[in-house]
């Protein structure tokens, strides 16, 4: 239970410190423990703009053909990144949800950034 306590803990410290505005909205990872989930939300309006997880069945059949969680993450975070491209969004603030930065959390981040997304 410590775990979990202290991962949202430092949730609210960082959503104290970042918030996603029209122009700049905010990448949101979630994770568990088979799958990982990403949303592009405008905190101004409470709109999600972008949401995709390694649940979607638009990606069902490119997450067939890899093997591992990290490497699933970066193909998530790389669909993300097309996703939102094309509703014209480019500019993100990366918020890891209290997540550590490493493993599949920064391999999202890293797959968003080569599908073109800056942070």
């Known amino acids: 239970m410590k775990k979990k306590t202290t991962r949202i803990r430092a949730k609210i410290k960082i959503r104290k410190k970042i918030s996603g505005t029209p122009e700049k909205p905010r990448l949101s990872v979630y994770r568990s423990l088979d799958n990982i989930y990403a949303q592009i939300i405008d905190d101004t309006s409470g709109n999600t703009l972008v949401a995709f997880s390694s649940l979607n069945k638009e990606a ?35 918020d890891r949800g209290g997540f550590r930065y490493h493993g599949r959390v920064k391999a999202l981040a890293d797959g968003a950034r080569e599908g073109g997304l800056v942070f």
């Open 60 to 94: 069902e059949a490119d997450l067939k053909s890899v093997k591992g969680k990290i490497n699933k993450s970066k193909l998530i975070g790389s669909l993300l990144a097309k996703k939102a491209l094309e509703i014209n969004i480019k500019n993100v603030v990366f």
